[in-house]
């Protein structure tokens, strides 16, 4: 009988908004949901190295009294639903529903889990018993890069604005890697 398969330990942490789908700001309906071009790709490559998926998203849109917490949890219910016909397992998608500054008390907070504070990714990784030094957080914000950073793990940003400064230009941060994609990073991992 062949050896079971080990659940592998390395994970990729993905930002959702400006990662995954278009950016239409406080997304809240599936139906305005839109992954960005390549990302399908990206994450069955992801996927095909080994690398278990999760996503991490800052939802202050809760705190700020824009939508209820549970929309925020029935909207990626229906992502993760959609993932899967695509032959994509998302383990978990985690959200931070806090803001320092909102209107809904039982959300206005400083927490530890919103980007860049790396709660959300120590909370995960904890969970599901990953290997903080072979995974990666990407995303497509300083923010993001941050909380990688932060938990210790490996970052990557997405600078799909050729515009924008570059890594080593902000907060000194000189071994942050960019890439142009999601895909573009994706592939870069065939030989990490
Ligand atoms: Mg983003
Ligand atoms: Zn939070």
Same mark, same amino acid.
């Given at each position: 009988?062949p050896?079971? =398969?080990?659940?592998?330990? =390395?994970?990729?942490?993905?930002?959702?908004?400006?990662?995954?789908?278009?950016?239409?700001?406080?997304?809240?309906?599936?139906?305005?949901?839109?992954?960005?071009?390549?990302?399908?790709?990206?994450?069955?490559?992801?996927? *095909?190295?080994?690398?278990?998926?999760?996503?991490?998203?800052?939802?202050?849109?809760?705190?700020?009294?824009?939508?209820?917490?549970?929309?925020?949890?029935?909207?990626?219910?229906?992502?993760?639903?959609?993932?899967?016909?695509?032959?994509?397992?998302?383990?978990?998608?985690?959200?931070?529903?806090?803001?320092?500054?909102? &209107?809904?008390?039982?959300?206005?907070? *400083?927490?530890?889990?919103?980007?860049?504070?790396?709660?959300?990714?120590?909370?995960?990784?904890?969970?599901?018993?990953v290997?903080?030094s072979?995974?990666?957080?990407?995303?497509?914000?300083?923010?993001?890069?941050?909380?990688?950073?932060?938990a210790?793990?490996?970052?990557?940003?997405? =600078? &799909?604005?050729?515009?924008?400064?570059?890594?080593?230009?902000?907060?000194?941060?000189?071994?942050?890697?960019?890439?142009?994609?999601l895909?573009?990073?994706?592939?870069?991992?065939?030989?990490?």
């Amino acid at each position: 009988m062949p050896a079971k =398969k080990e659940t592998s330990r =390395k994970a990729v942490f993905l930002d959702r908004d400006g990662t995954l789908n278009k950016n239409t700001h406080y997304l809240i309906d599936f139906g305005d949901f839109e992954l960005l071009p390549g990302v399908e790709q990206a994450l069955r490559l992801l996927q *095909d190295l080994d690398y278990r998926l999760f996503v991490v998203s800052n939802q202050s849109g809760v705190a700020r009294g824009y939508f209820p917490f549970e929309a925020v949890e029935a909207l990626h219910r229906k992502i993760e639903a959609h993932m899967a016909t695509l032959g994509i397992r998302l383990e978990e998608m985690a959200f931070c529903p806090h803001h320092p500054q909102g &209107s809904v008390a039982a959300y206005t907070m *400083d927490c530890d889990c919103r980007k860049p504070k790396p709660g959300m990714l120590r909370y995960l990784a904890t969970k599901y018993d990953v290997d903080i030094s072979r995974s990666i957080m990407v995303g497509d914000s300083m923010s993001d890069a941050m909380a990688g950073l932060n938990a210790g793990m490996a970052s990557a940003w997405i =600078k &799909s604005d050729p515009g924008a400064p570059r890594a080593g230009q902000v907060d000194n941060l000189p071994n942050l890697k960019e890439f142009v994609s999601l895909l573009d990073f994706a592939e870069s991992l065939r030989d990490f």
